[in-house]
């Protein structure tokens, strides 16, 4: 299906005017569905773990002779994930690692395709710009099927779109190089190759080899693989098993000599290089882009050869990786808990059932990687409360419960998968980290980021303020995460200095979002400055090697100092809250005191407790800088691969942090996590992607919707202004009140047809892919909950319109009523506009639109769909008590 051009028009003109709507890359570890899934790991085992089968030594370069396997005189061995196929980076020495396969001799001729599910085997970070010692790669990983053969004529496979099966979702998504780092694809087996298999006592080679760096990644892993027949059967006889990372903690946790020196080399500076392709010296230690103590590392398991690879990938030598795993297991073994499902490719806090009913400092390893769910069908049976697998119809009383907006509802975003692979670690992690962005000027031994403002403004110093707090002040009693101690006044100072945080990171690159670019030459804000330092470093050649020119201008090297600074942010959130047990309740640390000094605590019972900005404006849509059409994506990737990314940080901000009572209380933006969702969706109509994919992103735009209206659904005035500063809309209380929400937020006109024609069909509709009348539960369902959060308001509760009011203080361009924060009814009807045939509809953007036509346009175009009677009824009776004339 083509995207119309209406879908493309809302969506840009959306993106252009929501600004108003609501106030281990440079240093860490290497870098859908492609048939069945992989042997699943018994419920009494332990979930994936990563270690290496063995420390891959360098493999042979293309071409070269590889040894045939040995028979085995036993049963076949288990085969152990994940493989790692970790190195340096040097293209010069790629990496090869294998697998022994056994298979029953009688089983050779049925195999039909090797099935695949790797971690990061694609390149997905902003290419290289410096100056080379050695060239790019362009494709990281290949593979090739040897059999038991020793033949070095075997082919190698390289691991590309264009040689592989990708199952669609990967596929429409962006492919090897996409939006998805942990992918399965397929292999179909020729005569050829299938004439090399060799049936049991024998074993069967299946190579893995990783080419070179991009400058990023220094290797993949290889999570499952299964040779298959034609009805989707794995043939291979070994059990699969996952490798002990408890085991290599143990082993390391006395500390010896070597940890002092890995400490030591931990927190180095101007020690390690850019990548084995770039030899220039960092002023950033390890310590810097990670956790400070390296935590991280070992929280989420990387594997001892996955901790020396990467060191190597930095300049040091293997000696030296080692000595850092020693000081790291030493150091922590004691201090940061063995949780298993913590993983490399297993996404952070990825949300799933029973999430709530673990210990919370196993939150942050999230469900895993299998519990995001395949399509819209399982979704939408999670988000109603069905079983995942069931195929009994969804009905409209499963969906009016699910999105019940009611005082009390709690939708736990924290248990509710979804069908978004959420940003695995190493996407949290800076690629430049601020000291190598905001370098020293000349004659300087310190750069911006080090030297600006005090902790009030400078986000190092704002660190340093809340990390020094906490660790002096922890509770007497020993308790993780219980600081229940502190007294109102001092819970309110930490919770100002934790936003501060956040704050002062987005005011160091100028500003939340947009161009970022000083009105005053003379003062140019950080990510100016940031920028422009990593825009002398650019190599003519480098450049011209990555045949990307859009991600070589001065708004590309804007982009890529925003991400170093924000993804640090985000990486230090991450790192407080683990070390200090700020997870939950947030009632302990987010709050108010009342009248009389007592500690009146809000939020969930679990979650993060920094308020705005937090991890969503790690989103490409906030961290881009506009450059001629490009809007809300990356100068080096498609819009489609941001805008997935961009709905990875938001559901994540979701999931974390949803905010507090109020329409906009809190971290998250909702217009534009709604929006953005929505445009996702149509660039993957635009891209023919199979509608049941596209849907799985519109049934989620009802979640986000449902827990934004149970947040919102508070006894907020709709009007009451400061009476120290009554016309000052941004005091008004009804900014908080979910009158708010009143217009295209939570309306009903956003999910129907704007018109008669086709091109005015709505991209909803397709949710009819999942199940026909699976749009009309959901018309029905946004009706029920319009319904319950406005049809009882009165026609006096609400402020209308003032034309001679505006947020910005421009009330002709910039009046009230088209504000996307407005709290307001406009005064009187306005007549929907006509088509050509003099039939009405609504087009243009929201802020084109009267609340009143909005909600009209909404009754009259729902009752064309089939809307249930009644419940439209009570709509359009509380449209025409507030709007009689």
Avoid at 787 to 813: E, I, M
Wanted: one cysteine or more; a neutral charge; hydrophobic letters at 40%.
């Amino acid at each position: 299906m083509k995207k119309s051009m209406g879908f493309v028009q809302r969506r840009e003109r959306r993106l252009f005017v929501l600004a108003v709507c609501f106030a281990l890359a440079a240093c860490g570890g290497g870098k859908g569905d492609g048939g069945d899934p992989p042997t699943s790991t018994p419920a009494s085992a332990p979930p994936p773990l990563s270690t290496p089968v063995s420390s891959p030594a360098p493999g042979p370069a293309p071409g070269a002779p590889a040894s045939a396997p040995a028979p085995s005189t036993t049963g076949p061995a288990a085969l152990t994930f994940p493989i790692e196929v970790l190195g340096d980076g040097d293209p010069g020495n790629p990496v090869v690692a294998s697998a022994d396969v056994a298979l029953d001799p009688g089983s050779i001729a049925s195999a039909t395709q090797l099935v695949v599910r790797t971690h990061r085997v694609g390149f997905y970070n902003s290419p290289e710009f410096q100056a080379l010692g050695k060239p790019i790669t362009k494709v990281g990983g290949s593979m090739r099927v040897v059999g038991g053969s020793s033949s070095a004529a075997v082919p190698w496979i390289d691991i590309t779109d264009a040689n592989v099966q990708l199952n669609d979702v990967e596929r429409v998504h962006g492919g090897v190089n996409g939006a998805l780092v942990t992918i399965r694809f397929r292999v179909q087996l020729d005569a050829a190759t299938r004439g090399r298999l060799v049936g049991f006592p024998a074993t069967n080679r299946i190579e893995f080899r990783f080419n070179g760096t991009d400058g990023n990644s220094n290797g993949y892993r290889v999570l499952d693989l299964q040779l298959q027949d034609a009805t989707g059967k794995d043939l291979i006889e070994n059990a699969h098993q996952w490798a002990d990372i408890g085991a290599q903690k143990t082993a390391g946790k006395t500390w010896t000599p070597d940890a002092d020196q890995g400490k030591a080399l931990w927190t180095a500076q101007n020690v390690l290089l850019k990548s084995s392709i770039v030899p220039m010296k960092l002023r950033a230690s390890c310590s810097s882009c990670h956790a400070s103590d390296g935590r991280d590392l070992q929280y989420f398991n990387y594997s001892d050869n996955a901790i020396v690879q990467r060191s190597r990938f930095h300049g040091l030598s293997e000696a030296q990786g080692k000595q850092i795993v020693a000081y790291l297991r030493a150091a922590l073994y004691n201090t940061v808990p063995y949780v298993a499902q913590a993983t490399p490719w297993n996404p952070p806090y990825q949300p799933g059932p029973g999430m709530d009913g673990k210990p919370v400092v196993e939150w942050a390893a999230g469900a895993g990687i299998d519990a995001v769910l395949p399509d819209a069908k399982s979704f939408i049976n999670a988000f109603v409360g069905k079983a995942l697998n069931s195929t009994d119809a969804v009905t409209q009383v499963d969906v009016d419960a699910a999105m019940d907006p009611g005082l009390g509802k709690v939708l736990n975003t924290r248990e509710l998968p979804v069908a978004l692979q959420f940003p695995d670690w190493n996407s949290w992690l800076p690629i430049e980290h601020p000291l190598d962005i905001w370098t020293p000027d000349a004659g300087q031994a310190a750069g911006l980021f080090e030297m600006q403002g005090d902790s009030n403004s400078n986000p190092a110093k704002a660190l340093q303020r809340i990390s020094d707090f906490l660790a002096a002040n922890k509770n007497p009693n020993g308790v993780y995460g219980d600081w229940t101690h502190l007294s109102p006044a001092l819970r309110n100072q930490v919770q100002n200095w934790m936003q501060a945080l956040g704050a002062s990171s987005i005011a160091f690159i100028g500003g939340g979002r947009g161009s970022r670019v000083s009105p005053d030459p003379t003062k140019p804000y950080g990510g100016e400055i940031g920028g422009a330092k990593l825009q002398v470093l650019m190599s003519p050649a480098t450049a011209a090697a990555a045949s990307m020119p859009a991600s070589f201008t001065k708004e590309a090297f804007m982009e890529r100092a925003l991400f170093g600074m924000i993804h640090w942010m985000g990486v230090k959130q991450w790192e407080l809250s683990q070390t200090y047990g700020l997870e939950g309740p947030q009632s302990v640390l987010h709050g108010t005191r009342d009248s009389n000094g007592n500690w009146v605590g809000s939020g969930e019972q679990r979650g993060w407790t920094y308020s705005w900005p937090s991890v969503f404006y790690v989103a490409p849509h906030m961290l881009y800088v506009p450059q001629g059409g490009r809007q809300s994506y990356f100068s080096w990737e498609p819009e489609l691969t941001s805008f997935y990314r961009t709905n990875q940080w938001y559901q994540l901000q979701m999931t974390l942090n949803p905010g507090w009572a109020g329409a906009s209380n809190g971290a998250m933006d909702w217009p534009y996590h709604m929006v953005l969702t929505e445009s996702l969706a149509d660039d993957l109509i635009a891209a023919n992607a199979p509608p049941q994919i596209t849907a799985t992103h519109l049934a989620r735009f009802f979640v986000i919707r449902t827990k934004l209206a149970q947040l919102a659904n508070t006894d907020i005035p709709f009007n009451q202004p400061d009476p120290a500063d009554p016309t000052n809309l941004f005091k008004n209380s009804g900014l908080q009140s979910k009158a708010a929400l009143v217009d295209h937020k939570l309306g009903v006109g956003e999910v129907v047809d704007r018109g008669p024609s086709s091109s005015e069909r709505t991209r909803f509709r397709l949710l009819d892919s999942v199940a026909p009348g699976t749009h009309l539960l959901f018309i029905n369902g946004s009706i029920s909950l319009y319904n319950k959060l406005y049809s009882t308001t009165t026609y006096g509760q609400w402020r209308r319109c003032d034309p001679n009011a505006s947020f910005s203080g421009d009330p002709v361009h910039d009046p009230e009523a088209e504000s996307g924060f407005r709290f307001c009814l406009d005064p009187k009807r306005t007549p929907l506009p006509l088509n050509s045939s003099g039939q009405p509809h609504l087009v243009g953007s929201w802020n084109a639109w009267t609340t009143e036509q909005f909600t009209t346009w909404g009754i009259m175009s729902a009752r064309n769909h089939g809307a249930e009677p009644a419940r439209l009824k009570v709509l359009s009776d509380w449209d025409n008590l507030m709007w009689p004339n």
